[in-house]
């Protein structure tokens, strides 16, 4: 059974830094994709960076050139380097994994892990 693991979450004032981590364990397979995601309440959830298996990174606008994602594929692990936090980044973050040959087409997703930003 496949399981994927956040870790990292807490509260942290305007300004700092945090990272996550995500592993993912269970699959026979390699990961092909692995994304985190977040959901500020009353939000919808959105897309905060993805990662492919050849390194090529996605990020949304809102976290460019603050948020690194960093993907360590023998440890099917990887991280989300959240740099200048601001209070719009609090939300719950979600790291979803896609992995080759698998049939489920929207991946598996962690339970979550709660960042705060505070002012």
């Known amino acids: 059974q496949v399981q994927v693991v956040e870790s990292g979450g807490g509260l942290v004032q305007s300004g700092g830094s945090l990272g996550l981590s995500c592993v993912a364990s269970g699959s026979t397979g390699s990961i092909y994709r692995m994304a985190w995601y977040r959901q500020a309440p009353g939000k919808q959830r959105e897309l905060v960076a993805n990662?492919?298996?050849?390194?090529?990174?996605n990020y949304a606008d809102s976290v460019k050139g603050r948020f690194t994602i960093v993907g360590d594929n023998a440890r099917n692990t990887g991280y989300l380097q959240m740099n200048s936090l601001k209070s719009e980044d609090t939300a719950v973050y979600y790291c979803n994994v896609d992995f080759y040959g698998d049939s489920n087409s929207e991946g598996y997703w962690g339970q979550g892990t709660q960042v705060t930003v505070s002012s």
């Open positions: 990662i492919f298996r050849d390194g090529t990174t």
